[in-house]
């Protein structure tokens, strides 16, 4: 080989072997770039909250309970909906109280009508006619004033305004009562309403602000007292309490369905975050097969230059040597 020929072949193959070297550097940059995407996608799954079940004693609730009887104004059955210390170390009760009371149930009558008959001295006599019958409206009962306080207790003040009612007898004996303002004013197709006395049980929330509490040795509710806040007068003492605890199967079940929600969507995330890194691997594999040949043929370049550079070597001392 000339000269000139190993020259070129020299100048070639370094050329090559530049090329080689930069193919490679990129291929290492591939390589970390995917790397990154790897570690991310492991950061990512790190980050994921793992579902956890629901723990079915978790769904057990204590509840309190206690009863008052010959207490004015507080007979009835209590509920402890919630609770908590203050700060001289009484407890704030909220109660739920359920009891029976005595209130006014108002009868739109149908079809009625009222009708009246006048004596020798002019006294009118009211009838009331229904489709259960007629029945002589009979003035001034003896509890009026207590049905008249009943009547604007239950559908508030001044509902009645008048001094005594008329009441009548139905066909079961259950008085009724009616107001002398509809009974003497009455015109054909007026609305007839009367009223009953009827006991209902009721349903209201009693706060008990500063209420004193013992208990037992599980530490839960064993008796309660309490005073009146405003007063400070001694309401009921030592009220025993009842403990009961529930299980919220519902409660459960629902916790149960989210948890099964959650851990689909989960495996879900997990699943796709491996696809996504089985992917990335693979082009790894790709690329490190590739930078296995590059190394091949860098050395092979390299042997290959090698040759040339000693048979330049070899042509430029023969020139010397023939010159000189």
């Known amino acids: 080989m000339g000269l000139a020929a190993s020259q070129a072949r020299f100048l070639g193959i370094t050329a090559r072997k530049s090329n080689i070297e930069y193919e490679g550097q990129q291929?290492?940059?591939?390589?970390?770039?995917?790397?990154?995407?790897?570690?991310?996608?492991y950061s990512k799954l790190l980050s994921l909250d793992v579902p956890v079940a629901p723990d079915s004693t978790q769904f057990y609730e204590t509840n309190y309970s206690f009863s008052l009887d010959n207490t004015s104004g507080y007979d009835g059955s209590y509920l402890v909906?919630?609770?908590?210390?203050?700060d001289d170390g009484s407890y704030y009760l909220n109660t739920e109280r359920t009891y029976t009371k005595n209130i006014a149930v108002g009868t739109v009558l149908t079809n009625s009508n009222?009708?009246?008959?006048?004596?020798?001295?002019?006294?009118?006599?009211?009838?009331?006619?229904?489709?259960?019958?007629?029945?002589?409206?009979?003035?001034?009962?003896?509890?009026?004033?207590?049905?008249?306080?009943?009547?604007?207790?239950?559908?508030?003040?001044?509902?009645?305004?008048?001094?005594?009612?008329?009441?009548?007898?139905?066909?079961?004996?259950?008085?009724?009562?009616?107001?002398?303002?509809?009974?003497?004013?009455?015109?054909?197709?007026?609305?007839?309403?009367?009223y009953i006395?009827?006991?209902?049980?009721?349903?209201?929330?009693?706060?008990?602000?500063?209420?004193?509490?013992?208990?037992?040795a599980n530490n839960r509710f064993s008796s309660i007292s309490a005073t009146d806040p405003n007063t400070g007068?001694?309401?009921?003492?030592?009220?025993?309490?009842n403990t009961t605890r529930?299980?919220?199967?519902?409660?459960?079940?629902?916790?149960?369905?989210?948890?099964?929600?959650?851990?689909?969507?989960?495996?879900?995330?997990?699943?796709?975050i491996n696809a996504q890194t089985e992917s990335l691997q693979q082009e790894d594999k790709v690329l490190e097969l590739r930078l296995n040949q590059?190394?091949?043929?860098?050395?092979?370049?390299?042997?290959?230059?090698?040759?040339?550079?000693?048979?330049?070597d070899k042509n430029v001392e023969n020139i010397f040597n023939t010159f000189s």
């Open 114 to 194: 009222i009708t009246y008959t006048t004596d020798e001295q002019g006294n009118k006599t009211y009838t009331l006619n229904t489709t259960d019958g007629s029945f002589i409206l009979t003035p001034n009962a003896q509890n009026s004033a207590n049905m008249i306080a009943l009547i604007n207790a239950t559908y508030g003040e001044g509902t009645v305004t008048d001094d005594s009612l008329y009441y009548y007898q139905d066909a079961n004996g259950l008085t009724h009562y009616m107001t002398p303002s509809q009974v003497e004013n009455y015109t054909s197709g007026m609305a007839i309403s009367s």
């Open 233 to 241: 007068e001694q309401i009921f003492s030592d009220a025993e309490v």
């Open 294 to 312: 590059i190394d091949t043929e860098q050395n092979e370049l390299q042997t290959e230059l090698e040759a040339v550079k000693a048979v330049l």
């Open 27 to 41: 291929v290492n940059q591939q390589r970390t770039a995917l790397a990154e995407e790897v570690n991310a996608l």
């Open 81 to 86: 909906k919630s609770y908590y210390q203050n």
């Open 197 to 216: 006395s009827s006991n209902k049980e009721v349903t209201e929330t009693v706060i008990f602000e500063n209420a004193a509490v013992t208990f037992d």
């Open 246 to 272: 529930t299980y919220d199967s519902e409660g459960y079940d629902a916790a149960l369905r989210d948890y099964t929600m959650s851990k689909d969507e989960y495996n879900k995330k997990v699943a796709d």
